[in-house]
Structure formats: structure tokens, C-alpha cells
């Protein structure tokens, strides 16, 4: 059995991405349909409830990095409530010879933090006057090596991007990976005389006083966002559990083609949007040349682990920040743990903690493929000696594989950046969107998302 449906814009993906960008199309009257691989909405976005525990199963948190986000959360009030981290969100403590240390927040815990050298803290005096780079192609941990100095790389920007990209500083290119940063030098010359430039332009626009940087989650869990999207867009017009969807270019739009329960769905239209990964890209446009398909085959992915650990009682030290980096150059078997408890509400029964370890990354992608009973002796064995815990036995576990978790912007970057305009100027009406450009995180998604539906409006 078949059936035949006509159009406006087709989405592909139920994520985030997709459902805020069919959102604002539907506020703007247009006839949108989403098409999704799995039987709910909220892509990777998935919050569970189980034992007195509230935890997500994808991302746990986002961050306020542009007024998007604040924007979305006012357009959604009454359907999902902002919940904003704790004060205490912002420590961020940093695994070093066997202890925590705080992150520095200011000057003078800059000065006597453990974490960096002496020769480093006189090296950021010297920052704002230092030159700025010319290689558009510098990777991050060069950059940091040149501007701040090996131990700020070390201690500070290596934990930092294994909680972000569970990447390497080596591979990521700052130009594609942390534009802002990379503006920092190039716009103003340096990275604090160019946040302090940024601080006062913020001052002089409300707008982007939206922009708070907080650490944030809905009441409830991030599923709330999620689902309060799906219900503004109509449930009606998201198709679930479609599979071997393609997508056909013909003279006046598209025609994409999918199965529901071994039914054939046609459905024209006369734009297409796509949101997918670039492992799926591929097989949704069968019409890409050799030579367009080669920058998405290209795109390296992050392999992750996340254990999901709760206490109903906790009986080790005060977990009174967002959570621990841990260094690549202290050798140990995790990425990092976030305290998830300590700064959202209703996440673990009262005395209780909960707790979010990652594991794996491009550095340690053997993790990924051992055995659940190696991967638990591994996370008991280095919770005992980082979180002051007598002995692991969580009322809670849970463990999780991503083989695609977070794409690498490297060096091929560029490459697929323009291969995206040149294949959507080729075929007008198509758009690839996604974590395949414009940045990783949820504020990204839901700016990209924003920036597009006006676009195509």
C-alpha cells in the first residue's frame, strides 16, 4: 500500500534541530511535515525517570550562548520551564596529581592555582600584547601553546575539550571548532582584550544580554523542550518510524520517498531539509557525486561512553561544582563526571547524588568496544579514588554507547562547509543542516534552526 503527500518543506530528524526549526516554520504558516527514524521525537535529547533518579541519556545540559536560546524558552512558556544551574555550576574542578583543584574564575586564583606553572601565569600577563596568529589553519592546541603556554594547555584546554568534543586539541581547528575564540584574536588581538571588548559591546545591546552563558536544563529534564516542540508542531505532522527514506531531485522540488510499517509514503515537496548525521547523509541523497560525498566520509566522530551513577545516599566528598575534568596527561580510564544533582533540582532522592561519567573520545576509542563488566570495573576503580566513595555500588548504573557522538571540526572542515553551499546551490530548495556545520552544542542547534526558518520563510 502507498500513498502520496504534498508538501511545503519536508525536515528530515525529530531532533532538536528539526523540531525548532518546524516550530518556526509553522508560526509562519508554512505546510511542514518532519520525518523520523525512531519512534519518538527529541533525536539524542532523552530524559529518564527511574528509582528516584532524573537523568538524560543524551546531553545533559546546554549552555546560554546566544539570545536564540532565551528567545526559544519565552516562546515556549507554559509548555516547559527554564531551569537555570546552580550558583555552584560554575566551578569546575580539574584532576591533578591525584587531587581536585577549582579552576581559576579570577586573577588571584589565576596567580596561585597548582594547575598552571609560573612561567605560564607570567606568560598571560603578556597576552594582550602578544601578536596575533596568521595560519587560519592553526590547530587549538598550537594556538594555546603560542598565546597561553603548555600548562594552561595541559590543565585547562585539553579537560575543557574532552567535556565539550571528547576530542583532541591536536585535531580541532579553532577557525571551524571555537569560532568565537578564533575571533577573539583575529577581531581584537588577543583573548582578553577582546573579552573585554565583547563585555562592553554586550552592555550596549539587550538583545544580546540574553546571552547569560548559563549552564541550563527545563524543569524535569531537557525531554520537556523537546516534547513541548512536538506538541506546538502537531503530532500530526511528524511521521515516526520511517525507514530507507530518500531523497530525489526533480524538476520542481523534491520527492522523498520513505516506509511506515512496510508501507511506501511519496512525498512532494518543494523544499528538504535535512538534519541528520553525515553517516546517514549519504544514503538520504543517492544523488551526491563521488566528489560531493567524500568531505561528509571524511567527518571524524567522537566514540563515547556515559555511565549513569546514582546514590540514593552519598557518602563521599561535597560534590559542590558542575563536576571534574580529567586531563589527558594524568592517564586515566574517564573524560570527565558531572554532578548532575548538585545543580538541578529533583535529579536524586534527597541525600543522594547523581552523577554523569564519560568515558572514550578520539583519544581512547578502545573503550567503546569493551565489555560492560571491564567498563564498570574500570569507572568503580577511579570513582573510589576521585569521588572519596567507600566502596562502588550505586543504587543506579547505567551504560550508554555512542558511536556517532560528536563530530570533529578538523581540518576537512572547510572542505565540507563548502561542499554544502556549492550542493545547495546546485540543487535550489535543498538544505543540509545539523551538527555537520554551524557548531555542536544545543544553543547552536536552536540558532541554526532559528537563522534557517527565516531563510526559508
Request: proline share 5%.
Amino acid at each position: 500500500m502507498s500513498s502520496t503527500i504534498e508538501k511545503d518543506i519536508v525536515i528530515i530528524g525529530a531532533g532538536l534541530t528539526g523540531l525548532t526549526l518546524a516550530f518556526y516554520l509553522k508560526k509562519q504558516g508554512k505546510n511542514v511535515l518532519i520525518i523520523e527514524k525512531s519512534g519518538k521525537s527529541g533525536g539524542v535529547i532523552n530524559t529518564e525517570n527511574e528509582n528516584g533518579f532524573v537523568f538524560e541519556t543524551g546531553p545533559n545540559t546546554g549552555v546560554v550562548g546566544n539570545p536564540e536560546v532565551a528567545e526559544l524558552f519565552e516562546e515556549l512558556e507554559g509548555l516547559c520551564k527554564f531551569e537555570a544551574a546552580d550558583p555552584s555550576a560554575k566551578r569546575r574542578l580539574i584532576w591533578k596529581k591525584g587531587k581536585w583543584h577549582a579552576l581559576p574564575s579570577g586573577l588571584i586564583s589565576a596567580a596561585t592555582t597548582p594547575l598552571f606553572s609560573l612561567k605560564d601565569k607570567f606568560k598571560v600577563l603578556g597576552e594582550p600584547f602578544r601578536k596575533k596568529g596568521e595560519n587560519p589553519e592553526e590547530n587549538l592546541a598550537d594556538l594555546v601553546k603560542r598565546r597561553l603556554g603548555v600548562s594552561f594547555l595541559n590543565y585547562a584546554i585539553d579537560p575543557f575539550i574532552s567535556g565539550i568534543y571528547a576530542g583532541d586539541p591536536s585535531y580541532l581547528i579553532p577557525k571551524y571548532a571555537l569560532p568565537k575564540l578564533y575571533a577573539l584574536e583575529q577581531d581584537y588581538g588577543s583573548f582578553i582584550k577582546g573579552s573585554m571588548q565583547k563585555a562592553k559591546e554586550k552592555k550596549n545591546n539587550p538583545r544580546l544580554q540574553k546571552a547569560t552563558k548559563d549552564v541550563f536544563s527545563a524543569e524535569g529534564g531537557l525531554s520537556q523542550i523537546t516534547k513541548a516542540l512536538a506538541d506546538k508542531i502537531g503530532i500530526e505532522n511528524i511521521l515516526f518510524n520511517a525507514e530507507n527514506t530518500r531523497i530525489n531531485s526533480e524538476e520542481n522540488g523534491f520527492v522523498v520517498q520513505t516506509e511506515i510499517n512496510h508501507g511506501s509514503i511519496q512525498i512532494n515537496a518543494k523544499k528538504v531539509v535535512t538534519t541528520s548525521g553525515a553517516n546517514e547523509l549519504l544514503n538520504l541523497l543517492p544523488f551526491l557525486s563521488e566528489k560531493e560525498k567524500e568531505p561528509f566520509q571524511q567527518l571524524k566522530y567522537a566514540t563515547v561512553v556515559q555511565a549513569i551513577v546514582g546514590f540514593k545516599k552519598w557518602a563521599g566528598i561535597q560534590l559542590n561544582a558542575f563536576g571534574g575534568l580529567v586531563p589527558t596527561i594524568e592517564n586515566k580510564n574517564i573524560l570527565g563526571a558531572l554532578f548532575t544533582s548538585s545543580f538541578f533540582s529533583k535529579r536524586a532522592p534527597k541525600e543522594g547524588a547523581l552523577i554523569s561519567v564519560f568515558m572514550g573520545g578520539t583519544k581512547r576509542p578502545d573503550i567503546f568496544e569493551m565489555s560492560n563488566e571491564n567498563i564498570q570495573l574500570m569507572l568503580g576503580k577511579e570513582l573510589v579514588e576521585m569521588l572519596g566513595i567507600p566502596d562502588f555500588s550505586p543504587d543506579l548504573l547505567k551504560i550508554y554507547r555512542y558511536k556517532y557522538a560528536i563530530p570533529q571540526y578538523g581540518l576537512s572542515s572547510v572542505q565540507r562547509f563548502e561542499t554544502i553551499k556549492k550542493v545547495q546551490q546546485k540543487y535550489p530548495g535543498l538544505f543540509i543542516a545539523g551538527n555537520v556545520r554551524d557548531g555542536i552544542g544545543m544553543a547552536d542547534r536552536i540558532k541554526q534552526a532559528r537563522t534557517l526558518a527565516e531563510e526559508l520563510a
